[in-house]
C-alpha cells in the first residue's frame, strides 16, 4: 500500500497490508491479553496514558511532520491536533476513575445493591484520517482505560500516524497483546467485521457506517458511530460585530481545508445584514493562502484525497448552473498536489447540492433568510444531525432556535468545536452512541449489578 503526500503526490512509503489471517492472529493475541489487562489496576492503566500523553508532547515535532506529510494539514494545524488530544488525555486521565468505580445504590438495607462497571472485551476502533489523533483518542484511550483490548485500523490516508501511535503506546506501558493496528483499506475493515469481537467503534462517512451497523447487527454487541454532517451556521440581524462574525464563520467552515466532521457547511444570513455579511467574508476568505502545508504562511493546504478534487468541483458547478454566485475559488489550482481553492459561493438555495449534501471541502453556500422561521426551516432540511450554529446578541433568541434543532450540539456565538467535558454524539444519519465526557467513558464498559445479602 502507497503512502502517497497530497501536497506533492509523491509516495512516501509503501507498507505491507494486512490479510484476513494477519487480522486474525492479531485478535487471537489481544483476546488472550484482554482478561489480564482488565485485572491491571485501575491506577496503573491510567498511569500508563499519563505517559502517552507526555510522549505526545517530547514526540510532537515528529509527529506533527508526519501528520502533514501524509494527510496534508498545514503544521500549525497539526501541532494544534496534538495539543487538542492532550487536552482530551487530561480529561480522561482525571475523570475516568471517578465514572469507573463501583457505585453502591443500598447499603443499610438487608439487600445491598452496588453497581461494578466490567470491559466490554475486544473492540474494533476503526478511525478516520482527517484528525487521527482526536477521533482515534475519544475511543482507544477510554477503551485501554477500561480494561478493553483493542483492534485499532487508522484510516489508509493516515497510516503512518496510526503506527507512531502504537509505538508510543507500547513505550508507554500498553502490552502488545492488547493494543494492535490493523493496516490497510477497505477489506481490512471488512476483515474486522466478520470477527467475533464485542464492539465496534467507527468514524467515518454515513455510508460506511451503516454499512458496519447492519453488518454486525447479528452479533448483538454495542455498536457507535460517529459519521458526517451538514452542519448549519445561522447569522441574526442583531449581531454586535458582522466582520467578526463573519471571520469565525469563515474559520468554522474551511480550517483543515474544511475536512471536519462539525465543519460549517452552509450559512443563513438574515436579510437585513446579508450584504455586510458576504463582503466581510469573501474579503477574508480572499485573503487565505493556499499552498505547501509546511509553510506557516499557508492557512489552506491540499485536501487528503485526489478523488474528492472532481466532488468539490461537480458541486460548485451545479450551484453557478442553478443561479449561485461564486464570489471567490471554485477552481484547481495548477501543478502537483491535491489543492482546491476556498470556495464561495452567495444566492445559494437548497436547490443545489452545495447546501444539501455534504461537501468534506473548503467550499460554503450562503443563503439569505426573511427571519428565524425561515432559517430554522432551512437547517432542521437535513438528513444529519450532529451541530447547529447560532450568532446572536440575544441568547433568548438564539436558544429558541436552537432548542429546535435535532442535533447532538448546539453553538451559540462559535462553531466546530468540541469540548472533552461535554458528549460528541450524532443524530439521524450523523451517527449513534456518544464519545467524551463521562458518557463517553462508559461507554467502553457494561454494568454489572450485585445483590447482596449476608
Known amino acids: 500500500m502507497q503512502i502517497i503526500n497530497p501536497a506533492t503526490e509523491e509516495v512516501i512509503e509503501e507498507i505491507a497490508e494486512d490479510s484476513s489471517e494477519t487480522i486474525s492472529k492479531k485478535f487471537e493475541l489481544v483476546k488472550d491479553g484482554q482478561s489480564e489487562w482488565a485485572a491491571v489496576p485501575l491506577e496503573k492503566r491510567i498511569a500508563c496514558i499519563e505517559n502517552f500523553y507526555a510522549f505526545l508532547d517530547t514526540e510532537k515535532d515528529k509527529l506533527a511532520e508526519t501528520l502533514t506529510m501524509e494527510v496534508g ?58 484528525y487521527p489523533y482526536l477521533v482515534g483518542v475519544n475511543v482507544f484511550v477510554p477503551a485501554l482505560i477500561g480494561g478493553n483490548a483493542v483492534l485499532y485500523k487508522p484510516s489508509e490516508y493516515a497510516t503512518l500516524t496510526g503506527l507512531h501511535i502504537q509505538q508510543l503506546l507500547y513505550r508507554s506501558g500498553i502490552p502488545e497483546n492488547v493494543f494492535q493496528v490493523i493496516i490497510g483499506k477497505g477489506p481490512a475493515g471488512q476483515a474486522l467485521l466478520e470477527l467475533p469481537l464485542n464492539g465496534y467503534f467507527f468514524t467515518g462517512s454515513y455510508r460506511t457506517g451503516k454499512y458496519i451497523a447492519e453488518h ?55 436579510e437585513n445584514i446579508y450584504d455586510a455579511f458576504v463582503d466581510a467574508f469573501v474579503a477574508q476568505a480572499k485573503k487565505l493562502v493556499t499552498g505547501n502545508p509546511m509553510d506557516k504562511k499557508t492557512d489552506i493546504g491540499p485536501v487528503s484525497r485526489k478523488e474528492q478534487l472532481k466532488f468539490l468541483a461537480e458541486q460548485v458547478e451545479d450551484a453557478r448552473q442553478k443561479g449561485g454566485t461564486i464570489m471567490s475559488g471554485g477552481v484547481e489550482p495548477k501543478g502537483t498536489g491535491y489543492y482546491f481553492e476556498p470556495t464561495v459561493v452567495t444566492n445559494a438555495n437548497h436547490g443545489m447540492k452545495l447546501m444539501t449534501d455534504e461537501s468534506f471541502g473548503p467550499v460554503i453556500g450562503i443563503q439569505k433568510v426573511k427571519d428565524d422561521s425561515e432559517a430554522v426551516q432551512l437547517m432542521k432540511d437535513t438528513p444529519y444531525g450532529l451541530t447547529a450554529a447560532v450568532y446572536s446578541k440575544s441568547f433568548e433568541r438564539a436558544e429558541a432556535v436552537m432548542k429546535q434543532m435535532n442535533t447532538g450540539t448546539v453553538y451559540w456565538n462559535c462553531c466546530d468545536r468540541v469540548s472533552a467535558g461535554l458528549p460528541w454524539s450524532g443524530r439521524k444519519n450523523s451517527g449513534l452512541g456518544a464519545t467524551l465526557s463521562y458518557h463517553g467513558i462508559r461507554a467502553f464498559v457494561q454494568p454489572k449489578a450485585y445483590h447482596l445479602r449476608g
Not at 494544534?80 to 443499610?108: M, P, Q, V
Open 73 to 130: 494539514k498545514p503544521l500549525q494545524q497539526s501541532y494544534n491536533e496534538l495539543n487538542g488530544a492532550r487536552k482530551r488525555l487530561e480529561y480522561f486521565i482525571k475523570n475516568s476513575a471517578k465514572w469507573l468505580a463501583e457505585e453502591w445504590i443500598t447499603e443499610e438495607d438487608a439487600t445491598r445493591e452496588k453497581i461494578v462497571y466490567e470491559p466490554l472485551g475486544v473492540i474494533a476502533n476503526i478511525s478516520a484520517w482527517n
Open 216 to 270: 454486525t447487527a447479528s452479533q448483538l454487541v454495542p455498536v457507535q458511530l460517529e459519521l458526517g454532517g451538514k452542519d448549519p451556521l445561522y447569522v441574526m440581524d442583531d449581531v454586535v460585530d458582522v466582520h467578526a462574525v463573519a471571520e469565525a464563520a469563515l474559520e468554522g467552515a474551511v480550517y483543515n481545508a474544511g475536512q471536519s466532521c462539525c465543519a460549517v457547511e452552509r450559512i443563513y444570513v438574515q
